[in-house]
């Protein structure tokens, strides 16, 4: 069993940044790849970024690529998103989530995943 509490939500506007964070305990962090998924309200849950074990495999949304990065260490069992130039759009509740395979397609699927966090609020006024 995995479980994931993230942090570092917040309300921000236009152009600044957040860091998020994702704290794992349970079975071997490092054993798991890991992803961030973002839910706006009234729409799908939609996949953000993802790291591979050793963190030398990331993959992203085309909508955030450029702007966020998702990195890991695996010493404090954290994974962390760095979102800059955020934009209105990029409003949403961000989940972190944990597969014990990782598949830098397979990866974009909710499915694919194993554990979730609960999610931290990130909301970015114009």
């Known amino acids: 069993q995995v479980q994931l509490v993230e942090s570092g939500g917040g309300l921000v506007q236009a152009g600044g940044s957040l860091r998020l964070s994702c704290a794992a305990s349970g079975r071997t962090f490092s054993s798991y790849s890991m992803g961030w998924f973002r839910q706006a309200p009234g729409k799908e849950r939609e996949f953000v970024a993802v790291?591979?074990?050793?963190?030398?495999?990331?993959g992203y949304a085309d909508s955030v690529k450029g702007r966020f990065t998702i990195s890991r260490e695996n010493g404090k069992n954290t994974v962390y998103l760095q979102m800059n130039s955020l934009k209105p759009e990029d409003t949403a509740v961000y989940y972190c989530?944990?597969?014990?395979?990782?598949?830098?397609?397979?990866?974009?699927?909710?499915?694919?995943?194993?554990?979730w966090g609960q999610g931290t609020q990130v909301t970015v006024s114009s």
């Open positions: 989530a944990a597969a014990s395979q990782f598949s830098i397609w397979g990866s974009r699927n909710r499915s694919w995943y194993d554990y």
């Open positions: 790291i591979g074990w050793i963190g030398s495999d990331t």
